[in-house]
Nanobody
Framework: QVQLAESGGGLVQPGGSLRLSCAVS????????IGWFRQVPGKEREGVSC????????YYLPSEKGRFTISRDNVKNTVYLQMNSLKPEDTASYYC??????????????????WGQGTQVTVSS
């Protein structure tokens, strides 16, 4: 059974940092595309970053490039999203998605088969 579990969200002041974790069970990261998405009420889920297990390629939303870094720990089977210089507009529920045996990095949420429960990130002073 495939399960994803996000953690690491919270309340942070503008300019602060958070590291989100996506612990994956039931799949090994070498064969999985992992994406980080965020969603605010009334809006569609937005792709923030993704990591390809097959070729290591990554993608970042242009507004996040340079502030966010996606990485993985194969021993812990966990993917991280390091978020620096956070802004109030980064406030959202953050979700990780997984697609098994995917080629490359997937940016569309409809391409993912598995999702975690989400973790809330609030950037406010």
């Amino acid at each position: 059974q495939v399960q994803l579990a996000e953690s690491g969200g919270g309340l942070v002041q503008p300019g602060g940092s958070l590291r989100l974790s996506c612990a994956v069970s039931g799949l090994t990261l070498d064969h999985v595309a992992i994406g980080w998405f965020r969603q605010v009420p009334g809006k569609e889920r937005e792709g923030v970053s993704c990591l390809s297990g097959s070729d290591g390629s990554t993608y970042y939303l242009p507004s996040e490039k340079g502030r966010f870094t996606i990485s993985r720990d194969n021993v812990k089977n966990t993917v991280y999203l390091q978020m620096n210089s956070l802004k109030p507009e980064d406030t959202a529920s953050y979700y990780c998605g997984a697609r098994a045996y995917a080629s490359g990095c997937l940016r569309n949420p409809y391409e993912y088969d598995y999702w975690g429960q989400g973790t809330q990130v609030t950037v406010s002073s």
